[in-house]
């Protein structure tokens, strides 16, 4: 039984990756065009997914009132400050893609660095979160364009250089963002973010002794980083370390109380038993 789930754990890390904080909405737009998102600018888990909210008849207001305000505007800061408000209502009702057609009309009638970043942060998460293959890559391929300008003017900005190297894992240059994480992490021992990544990749090629070292030096970061901890405790069973196993597992517990993650951590404690 412990091996079943454990082989199906690790048949799933490769979604994990593509997911990378987690399954958290299947984007649906309020309306068709923006679901099948429109030109932007040039260029085994333990939480439950977190599904789309409905619009208030207050918010469905205001967002066609904005929608058409922008339609009829030229570009300028006013447009930019409309567009950044509609993106904002999206957001909150977790349609991811739709924000981040906003946020990048945002940026495009507004070109500042911060309107930059938060569009390729919209964008990512988009695509983070999208269930669609073409949708991914399309979501992806923005996100990267508009993390590259981030990059020319602040190389040193290392979650937008990992948010960029996760956009190659679920291409057809795979390797290119593991050289980028990589990269981090040796410029960068202790990053969590980086080592994280790192240790999922292993885990999800069988290296589950490399997968150990890379998300030891994450939790050494941050201890309370429960999902490192959780697949730290799969990796310790997988090279046959049940004492370091049960340590994580109890540890999962200790820092999240939500029920599924305690089941979870349950069950792998009284197969270790």
């Given at each position: 039984?412990l091996?079943?789930?454990?082989?199906?754990?690790?048949?799933?890390?490769?979604?994990?990756?593509?997911?990378?904080?987690?399954?958290?909405?299947?984007?649906?737009?309020?309306?068709?065009?923006?679901a099948?998102?429109?030109?932007?600018?040039?260029?085994?888990?333990?939480?439950?997914?977190?599904?789309?909210i409905?619009?208030?008849?207050?918010?469905?207001?205001a967002i066609?009132?904005?929608?058409?305000?922008?339609?009829?505007?030229?570009?300028?800061?006013?447009?930019?400050n409309?567009?950044?408000?509609?993106?904002?209502?999206?957001?909150?009702?977790?349609?991811?893609?739709?924000?981040?057609?906003y946020?990048?009309?945002?940026?495009?009638?507004?070109?500042?660095?911060e309107?930059q970043?938060?569009a390729?942060?919209?964008?990512?998460e988009?695509?983070?979160?999208?269930?669609?293959?073409?949708?991914?890559?399309?979501?992806?391929?923005?996100?990267?364009?508009?993390y590259?300008?981030?990059?020319?003017?602040?190389?040193?900005?290392?979650?937008?250089?990992?948010?960029m190297?996760?956009?190659?894992?679920?291409?057809p240059?795979?390797?290119?963002g593991?050289m980028?994480?990589?990269?981090?992490?040796?410029?960068?021992?202790?990053?969590?973010?980086?080592?994280?990544?790192?240790?999922?990749?292993a885990?999800q090629?069988?290296?589950?002794?490399?997968?150990i070292q890379?998300l030891?030096q994450?939790?050494?970061?941050n201890?309370?980083?429960v999902?490192?901890?959780?697949?730290?405790?799969?990796?310790y069973?997988?090279?046959?370390?049940?004492d370091?196993a049960?340590?994580?597992?109890?540890?999962?517990?200790?820092l999240?109380?939500?029920?599924?993650?305690?089941?979870?951590?349950?069950?792998?404690?009284?197969?270790?038993k």
């Amino acid at each position: 039984m412990l091996k079943t789930r454990l082989i199906l754990v690790v048949a799933s890390i490769a979604l994990i990756l593509i997911l990378y904080f987690l399954p958290k909405v299947v984007v649906e737009s309020e309306d068709r065009e923006i679901a099948e998102v429109p030109e932007g600018p040039a260029g085994a888990t333990i939480s439950s997914p977190i599904h789309s909210i409905e619009f208030s008849e207050e918010e469905s207001v205001a967002i066609r009132s904005l929608r058409q305000t922008i339609e009829v505007s030229e570009f300028s800061e006013k447009t930019a400050n409309f567009a950044d408000s509609l993106a904002g209502l999206y957001q909150k009702a977790n349609k991811l893609d739709s924000a981040a057609h906003y946020f990048g009309l945002a940026f495009e009638a507004e070109p500042v660095k911060e309107r930059q970043l938060k569009a390729a942060n919209a964008y990512f998460e988009a695509f983070t979160y999208a269930m669609d293959a073409e949708k991914t890559a399309a979501l992806g391929l923005k996100a990267r364009k508009l993390y590259e300008q981030v990059l020319e003017d602040n190389p040193d900005n290392l979650d937008a250089r990992i948010n960029m190297a996760m956009t190659f894992l679920s291409g057809p240059q795979p390797m290119d963002g593991i050289m980028m994480l990589r990269a981090v992490a040796e410029e960068h021992p202790g990053h969590e973010k980086a080592n994280f990544n790192l240790g999922i990749l292993a885990m999800q090629t069988g290296q589950y002794r490399q997968a150990i070292q890379r998300l030891e030096q994450a939790t050494a970061t941050n201890p309370e980083n429960v999902q490192a901890q959780f697949y730290l405790g799969q990796c310790y069973l997988e090279v046959g370390s049940r004492d370091e196993a049960r340590k994580r597992f109890e540890k999962v517990k200790e820092l999240d109380e939500n029920p599924e993650t305690q089941a979870a951590a349950d069950s792998y404690l009284n197969d270790i038993k």
